[in-house]
């Protein structure tokens, strides 16, 4: 797609990744309408970005998530693209699980992610894009972090098929699984300390990933660990 001019909700642009996405988008041209839950945070960015419209909403709460959509599809007449970078992580043996958190992992990570795409399709005009934050682990389970893998791997499990569904539409669907980044996401966890994890990836390179595979069309962003590099699939 082409992002110049284009018309992209960026959800969860109350948050690292999201905001830096978001400023990216706008970088590269794109009309962006931002959606956090910290209305703070997400009216700071939107007036960075020369007074983007902001949605408040809590991924938990899927009417506040189908109202957003609405809200944001309006302020932009139209949606060309989606950016759904909510998350929330938790650590700690499986077996030892609390159910609440598990709960609330699969509700931000997983539930909210997908009910947001569907109150948007029917607003996203042919063509456009889907981009869904999973995450390496959705590839890689990882010891500690069981659940969290499990609602990012269902994530990407459900995205692999809604593509295949999307395609009369010509409407991409691109899963991004990033590494380990330092964004600060592993401090606010709902539950436990985490492992000893890899040192954090380049931000940026993230951004320009996921930039390069939205006009791409691609599949998926994804780490070649071989050659240490994001590569777009
Ligand atoms: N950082 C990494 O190493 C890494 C690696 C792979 C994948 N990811 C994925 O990338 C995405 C962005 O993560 P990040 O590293 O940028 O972390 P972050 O800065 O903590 O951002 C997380 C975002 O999720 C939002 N969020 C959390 N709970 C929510 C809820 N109930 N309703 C609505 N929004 C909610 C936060 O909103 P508020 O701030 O407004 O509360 C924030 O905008 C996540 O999906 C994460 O799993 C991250």
């Known amino acids: 797609m082409e992002l110049q001019g284009s018309r992209v909700w960026v959800v969860g642009a109350s948050g690292v990744l999201g905001g830096a996405l978001a400023r990216g988008l706008a970088a590269a041209g794109a009309r962006v309408a931002l959606a956090g839950r910290d209305a703070e945070r997400t009216a700071a960015l939107a007036q960075e970005l020369g007074g983007a419209p902001t949605q408040v909403l809590d991924a938990v709460d899927v009417e506040s998530g189908r109202a957003a959509a609405q809200a944001a599809a309006e302020a932009l007449g139209g949606l060309d693209a989606v950016v759904v970078a909510t998350g929330v992580v938790a650590f700690g043996p499986a077996a030892e699980a609390d159910d609440a958190v598990v709960e609330e992992l699969f509700a931000v990570n997983t539930l909210g992610p997908m009910s947001l ?60 699984k990033p590494p380990h980044v330092d964004t600060g996401l592993v401090d606010r966890a709902l539950a436990g300390t985490p492992p000893k994890l890899p040192e954090g990836f380049d931000q940026q390179a993230v951004v320009d990933a996921v930039l390069a595979g939205m006009r791409q069309g691609a599949k998926e962003v994804a780490l070649d660990p071989r050659a240490g590099e994001l590569v777009l699939r």
Do not use: C, F, H, N
């Open 117 to 176: 795409v569907r109150a948007v399709l029917p607003q996203l005009a042919d063509g456009g894009a889907v981009v869904l934050l999973s995450a390496i682990v959705a590839d890689a389970p990882t010891l500690q972090m069981a659940e969290y893998s499990a609602s990012k791997a269902a994530l990407s499990a459900w995205a692999s098929v809604l593509r295949r569904e999307l395609r009369s539409r010509k409407v991409a669907v691109l899963d991004v």
